[in-house]
């Protein structure tokens, strides 16, 4: 599986602004109905999906990255955006560390097979260094977007 198939370009941001938890998954929807993957009339809604399954258990998931991510019927199809931010946010993570990149997946909701490959997907690719190095560095979207598809070449 490739991430391209799901990320959506205009989805990507090298600046993420929010200090907190809540207001970074607000921004990551934000980015997506920008996008035109989400309607901005769902907005509340799918952002109460993703606070639902952090309810669940942090998605943050050390090395500072997170992957926020819930099923919803306000998408037909997976759909990702990706963010980073500069100085950090607290997430709750599970090694206590602030995250600097995160990677929001929704999955429409009979879709469990492809959510999971696609989790199991980006959970791999972020236990390269070499590619959270290279990503965490990035100063902007294009080059955010060139780290990703040179990753998705080697699938």
Do not use: W
Not at 70 to 91: E, H, I, N, P, R
């Amino acid at each position: 599986m490739r991430i391209m198939d799901f990320l959506s370009k205009q989805a990507i941001t090298a600046d993420l602004k929010a200090s907190r938890k809540e207001d970074a998954i607000r921004e990551l929807v934000d980015l997506l109905i920008n996008a035109g993957e989400i309607d901005k009339a769902n907005r509340a809604k799918v952002i109460a999906a993703i606070m639902e399954r952090e309810s669940l258990g942090s998605t943050a998931i050390g090395q500072g990255i997170a992957i926020p991510h819930a099923k919803t019927d306000c998408v037909s199809k997976l759909v990702a955006a990706l963010a980073l931010s500069k100085k950090g946010v607290d997430f709750d993570s599970l090694d206590g560390e602030p995250v600097y990149i995160f990677f929001l997946l929704l999955a429409a909701q009979d879709s469990a097979g492809p959510h999971l490959k696609a989790l199991a997907r980006i959970s791999r690719l972020f236990k390269d260094k070499f590619f959270r190095d290279n990503l965490r560095n990035a100063t902007n979207e294009k080059q955010i977007l060139d780290i990703i598809a040179q990753e998705d070449e080697k699938v």
